[in-house]
């Protein structure tokens, strides 16, 4: 047993580290959303700053789009071309994606300089890359509103994972203690 626990430990380590990470970032994140009251139709804030900044990028094609808080749910209706297109909730904000890519990067570790700056620059490019997507599925959708289901199942949630997954390449070949080890051999 001892051997196979050392013969596996820079897995279990990794494992150990993402899974701690992770439920802790979660446990965060959930707290701060028991603050708003869905029952009373509230939204989290960093939701409503995306719904923000989505507006003001869409604002670059149509001046007359707006936003609004929705009558009978915890979201926000985006109004495009005087159209009622989609809402943001709070699974569109990308602080799930962005918890997600922390937990990845801690877990395998690097330099904690360069590990804080990647972390940093890498959810602030999540976010902006995620107002881009939402705005672009906008305009999409109100395009072509007759795929609605594979636009926002299928291609702009693809967009970004596949920027989280893009960036944990980059990571991990990078600037984790992994590559480092890789690049001596």
Same mark, same amino acid.
């Given at each position: 047993?001892?051997?196979?626990?050392?013969?596996?430990?820079?897995?279990?380590?990794?494992? *150990?580290?993402?899974?701690?990470?992770?439920?802790?970032?979660?446990?965060?994140?959930?707290?701060?959303?028991?603050?708003?009251?869905?029952?009373?139709?509230?939204?989290?804030?960093?939701?409503?700053?995306?719904?923000?900044?989505?507006?003001?990028?869409?604002?670059?094609?149509?001046?007359?789009?707006?936003?609004?808080? #929705?009558?009978?749910?915890?979201?926000?209706?985006?109004?495009?071309?005087?159209?009622?297109?989609?809402?943001?909730?709070? *699974?569109?904000?990308?602080?799930?994606?962005?918890? /997600?890519?922390?937990?990845?990067?801690?877990?395998?570790?690097?330099?904690?300089?360069?590990?804080?700056?990647?972390?940093?620059?890498?959810?602030? /490019?999540? #976010?902006?890359?995620?107002?881009?997507?939402?705005?672009?599925?906008?305009?999409?959708?109100?395009?072509?509103?007759?795929?609605? #289901?594979?636009?926002?199942?299928?291609?702009?949630?693809?967009?970004?994972? *596949?920027?989280?997954?893009?960036?944990?390449?980059?990571?991990?070949?990078?600037?984790?203690?992994?590559?480092?080890?890789?690049?001596?051999?």
């Amino acid at each position: 047993m001892k051997n196979l626990l050392q013969q596996y430990k820079p897995f279990l380590l990794f494992l *150990g580290k993402f899974l701690l990470t992770y439920l802790l970032l979660t446990i965060i994140y959930q707290s701060y959303l028991s603050r708003f009251d869905a029952s009373k139709n509230e939204v989290d804030s960093f939701s409503q700053l995306v719904a923000n900044q989505t507006k003001s990028v869409l604002t670059l094609f149509d001046t007359e789009t707006y936003i609004e808080s #929705h009558p009978t749910e915890p979201s926000i209706k985006i109004i495009y071309k005087g159209q009622y297109i989609s809402r943001i909730i709070e *699974g569109c904000n990308a602080l799930s994606v962005i918890i /997600l890519f922390i937990s990845f990067v801690i877990a395998f570790t690097g330099k904690w300089k360069k590990t804080l700056l990647f972390i940093l620059l890498g959810s602030v /490019l999540i #976010h902006v890359l995620n107002i881009a997507r939402i705005a672009l599925l906008c305009i999409a959708l109100y395009s072509f509103p007759e795929y609605e #289901h594979i636009l926002h199942g299928v291609v702009f949630p693809l967009v970004i994972y *596949g920027i989280v997954f893009l960036l944990w390449v980059i990571w991990v070949n990078k600037f984790s203690l992994h590559a480092t080890v890789a690049t001596k051999k």
